[in-house]
């Protein structure tokens, strides 16, 4: 009986990671939030910068995670050249360390 359970647990967490990691697929929130304005694929546009391999995004998770939570608009703004502001999202912890994986691979 006990192994039983121990075996029942095992296959839910196993079968609950597995969906996890198939909600971590975040090509659609991008297309219908970001690439309005970075672009397809993060390329950029004359609105937003290049999100696709540039230094900002090969560094640290934290300050990636930190821009499309809190936006970035009035002196936070960093490049002169687009005057839109980067505004800011409500994802969840795990949304959020799913986005920044999808955009280090863009
Ligand atoms: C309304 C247009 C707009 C939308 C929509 C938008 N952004 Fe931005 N984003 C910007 C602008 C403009 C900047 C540059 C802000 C600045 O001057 O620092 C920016 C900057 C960024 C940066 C920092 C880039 C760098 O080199 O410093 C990241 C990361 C980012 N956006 C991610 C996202 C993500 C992820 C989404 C979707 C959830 C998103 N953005 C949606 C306009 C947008």
């Known amino acids: 009986m006990r192994l039983f359970i121990v075996g029942a647990v095992l296959v839910f967490v196993m079968v609950f990671s597995v969906q996890a990691r198939a909600e ?5 929130t991008f297309t219908k939030k970001c690439s ?22 090969r560094s640290d998770a934290e300050l990636i995670k930190e821009t499309f939570l809190n936006g970035r608009s009035k002196k936070a703004k960093k490049y002169k050249k687009f005057v ?10 795990e949304e959020a360390d799913c986005l920044v994986e999808y955009l280090k691979g863009l």
Do not use: Q, W
């Open 24 to 28: 971590c697929d975040m090509e659609r």
């Open 36 to 57: 309005m304005c970075h672009g397809k694929a993060g390329v950029g546009t004359s609105m937003a910068p290049a999100l696709s391999g540039t230094e900002f995004i």
């Open 84 to 93: 839109t502001p980067m505004p800011k999202y409500n994802f969840t912890d």
